[in-house]
């Protein structure tokens, strides 16, 4: 995750590194082959250029928009469901804190199904971020296969589905009839955790339209090999002066802008890939179960 402006310059100076390169050589060549076989033989009009250049500004400005929305609304999901699971777990500590509600014996079976509850939220948030990043398997612990067996999960289905149909059972069997109010209240959390889940896979599952993106590649890469063309050298002071190159770094930074550009655009569209740009769902996640640990650690000093 970048968290400073120095970091987002180091990682964009990575990003644009190798457009650099290309940039300086393709038309450092173009310049060189101008001055030795003749001067302006492919020069084409700077009015083309200019056109040219502009749709494509507004056509990368358009890409870069949408893939930020698309990134903005993964990182509001996770900022739902941060907040969902808050509440959820202060409230099943509350809830499940007077045993008159339960069906269970004593308040220490009440502590304990509380703790269950909790270890089962806090699965579900590690599996959800797991599924984000194309692990559909929880790495296998004792502590996560001795929760699967108690509350027989299946790890051969769809693990978070799971998870929340576990806690979903829990709930149902621990109030008694007396308690509509608690229980529905944990039940409407149960449905948001399905509408995050819902609309995380949505973004995950929904390729940031692949053939608009190959089309945005090759009309970039198109402009940007034609670049040279359009500015030419600059003649000043002569031909013998050598200011001509000085339009090498000119067409280096317009050629590197546009292709950076166009790889931040793809970068920001897949909000939940592994890479500095993507939305911090480890960090998120982990900020989420330690919430849920300060709520369990308080069961048993009560």
């Excluded at 502590?111 to 806090?122: E, G, M």
């Excluded at 797991?130 to 299946?154: A, D, G, R, V």
């Excluded at 051969?156 to 829990?170: G, R, V």
Aim: hydrophobic share 40%; charged share 20%; proline share 2%.
């Amino acid at each position: 995750m970048i968290h400073s402006e120095k970091q987002g310059l180091k990682h964009l100076l990575k990003i644009s590194l190798p457009y650099i390169i290309f940039s300086t050589l393709y038309t450092a060549a173009i310049l060189v082959m101008e001055e030795y076989f003749g001067d302006h033989i492919y020069k084409i009009s700077g009015q083309i250029g200019s056109v040219f250049g502009l749709a494509v500004a507004f056509f990368l400005g358009f890409r870069m928009n949408s893939a930020y929305d698309r990134w903005w609304e993964a990182r509001k999901i996770f900022g739902e469901l941060t907040n969902n699971t808050r509440s959820f777990v202060a409230k099943v500590y509350v809830y499940y804190g007077n045993s008159k509600n339960l069906t269970v014996s004593s308040q220490e079976d009440a502590k304990i199904k509380t703790s269950d509850l909790i270890d089962l939220n806090i699965a579900y948030i590690k599996q959800l971020k797991n599924e984000m990043h194309n692990n559909s398997k929880p790495i296998p612990n004792s502590t996560t296969s001795e929760l699967f067996s108690k509350h027989k999960i299946q790890s051969e289905h769809k693990l978070s589905n799971e998870l929340l149909i576990a806690i979903t059972q829990n709930i149902e069997n621990d109030f008694i009839r007396e308690s509509r109010i608690e229980k529905a209240d944990l039940m409407q959390h149960i449905n948001r955790f399905y509408e995050v889940q819902g609309k995380a896979e949505r973004i995950k599952n929904t390729p940031f339209l692949m053939i608009y993106s190959a089309f945005t590649k090759i009309i970039v890469s198109f402009y940007v090999l034609l670049i040279p063309l359009f500015i030419g050298d600059i003649d000043l002071g002569g031909e013998q002066s050598g200011f001509e190159f000085l339009a090498i770094p000119i067409m280096v930074v317009i050629s590197t802008a546009f292709l950076t550009i166009n790889k931040l655009a793809n970068l920001y569209g897949e909000p939940f890939s592994e890479n500095k740009t993507s939305v911090t769902i480890d960090e998120i996640c982990k900020t989420i179960e330690g919430n849920c640990n300060e709520v369990k650690s308080k069961i048993y000093a009560s």
